[in-house]
């Protein structure tokens, strides 16, 4: 989801205890708990903003495959779930054209963006 959130397709790891080092400043997350069908970290079941019992050396980490050809988005839409479709191929973002395009399409391009 954190992978999504940021635009980015492929497979997250998930790391823990600091692992990319420890951040300074505020913790204003704490006890996520996200399902993998929230479009953002706000959606994902959590302590309230600003509530925790943690310090920087249990600093969450993510890295996120690089982008490999036939990832898709949704881009320049009015939010995260709407607009024009694109495929990333070669190192660039290109549009999909309509031609043959049905609901099938739709529903598909919806489940492997994490929609339901």
């Known amino acids: 989801m954190i992978c999504r959130q940021l ?3 492929g497979t997250a790891k998930a790391w823990n205890q600091a692992y990319f080092g420890e951040g300074s400043g505020l913790i204003m997350l704490d006890e996520v708990c ?8 706000q959606q994902c079941p ?3 903003w600003g509530e925790h019992n943690c310090g920087h050396k249990e600093d969450a980490g993510v890295f996120c495959t690089p982008l490999m050809d036939g990832a898709i ?11 024009c479709l694109e495929v990333y191929y070669r ?22 963006l994490g929609f339901k």
């Open 73 to 83: 988005r949704l881009a320049g839409g009015k939010g995260s779930h709407e607009d």
């Open 34 to 41: 996200c399902t993998g069908n929230e479009l953002s970290i």
């Open 91 to 112: 190192g660039q973002w290109v549009t999909v054209c309509d031609d043959g395009w049905t609901e099938l399409n739709t529903y598909m391009t919806c489940r492997q």
């Open 46 to 48: 959590k302590s309230s």
């Open 7 to 9: 635009g980015l397709s």
